[in-house]
């Protein structure tokens, strides 16, 4: 799979031939859906509590005598049916994590990564490097390069001066190879990458 690679001005810089085992595969939802699914559980904060009848501050005396009284056969306030009582089966702290095989993770991927490819929304730059930290001067290049909503991945190390510029801007994501997700992927329109990035996902997938 060939593309064009541009530069960050919007010029042509060459071309470049894709990997078909990482752009070319026809993509399937299941595997991206199970990756994303385990991406957000993984994420999920789980520190919502409420407390049980055990962890109420109340009297344990006996509400009142066994027999005589015409109602029911209580023992305890602390149960979840009287008002201030405990919650049955309440939130407890925990994670929502579970477990996904690493080759699961590595094909949603590749997956991901050929979706954008096949839809159109894979753009190759030279590099991302921008020597003065301007958000300004990167609103331009981005205008140029027709990209509102993006993810922008880059080697290794991401260029500071670029990254300053960038943080500032809406709906714009950069991220170093290490980072690359199937979900920031998803999220955005674009996928922006740069040569390093290829070497390093092609090295990767090797």
Same mark, same amino acid.
């Given at each position: 799979?060939?593309?064009?690679?541009?530069?960050?001005?919007?010029?042509?810089?060459?071309?470049?031939?894709?990997?078909?085992?990482?752009?070319?595969?026809?993509?399937?939802?299941?595997?991206?859906?199970?990756?994303?699914?385990?991406? *957000?559980?993984?994420?999920?904060?789980?520190?919502?509590?409420?407390?049980?009848?055990?962890?109420?501050?109340?009297?344990?005396?006996?509400?009142?005598?066994?027999?005589?009284?015409?109602?029911?056969?209580?023992?305890?306030?602390?149960?979840?049916?009287?008002?201030?009582?405990?919650? %049955?089966?309440?939130?407890?702290?925990?994670?929502?994590? !579970?477990?996904?095989?690493?080759?699961?993770?590595?094909?949603? /991927?590749?997956?991901?990564?050929?979706?954008?490819?096949?839809?159109?929304?894979?753009?190759?730059?030279?590099?991302?490097?921008?020597?003065?930290?301007?958000?300004?001067?990167?609103?331009?290049? !981005?205008?140029?390069?027709? *990209?509102?909503?993006? *993810?922008?991945?880059?080697?290794?190390?991401?260029?500071?001066?670029? %990254?300053?510029?960038?943080?500032?801007?809406?709906?714009?994501?950069? /991220?170093?190879?290490?980072?690359?997700?199937?979900?920031?992927?998803?999220?955005?329109?674009? /996928?922006? /990458?740069?040569?390093?990035? *290829?070497?390093?996902?092609?090295?990767?997938?090797?």
């Amino acid at each position: 799979m060939k593309l064009n690679v541009t530069t960050l001005e919007g010029k042509d810089a060459g071309s470049i031939e894709l990997s078909d085992a990482i752009f070319g595969l026809d993509p399937r939802v299941d595997i991206i859906q199970r990756c994303v699914n385990w991406q *957000l559980a993984k994420r999920q904060s789980g520190n919502h509590k409420a407390k049980g009848r055990a962890e109420i501050w109340r009297t344990g005396k006996k509400m009142y005598k066994q027999k005589g009284t015409g109602g029911a056969r209580h023992g305890s306030a602390r149960v979840p049916q009287f008002r201030g009582g405990g919650r %049955a089966f309440g939130p407890v702290v925990r994670s929502h994590a !579970f477990d996904l095989p690493k080759k699961v993770r590595a094909l949603a /991927l590749k997956h991901a990564l050929s979706a954008k490819a096949k839809d159109g929304g894979l753009i190759v730059i030279e590099n991302a490097n921008l020597e003065a930290a301007k958000t300004k001067a990167l609103l331009g290049h !981005f205008t140029s390069l027709g *990209l509102t909503n993006a *993810l922008i991945i880059d080697g290794a190390e991401v260029h500071v001066g670029f %990254a300053q510029a960038a943080r500032n801007i809406p709906n714009i994501d950069v /991220l170093p190879i290490q980072g690359i997700n199937v979900y920031d992927i998803l999220r955005r329109q674009k /996928l922006v /990458l740069t040569k390093a990035a *290829l070497d390093a996902l092609e090295a990767r997938f090797k």
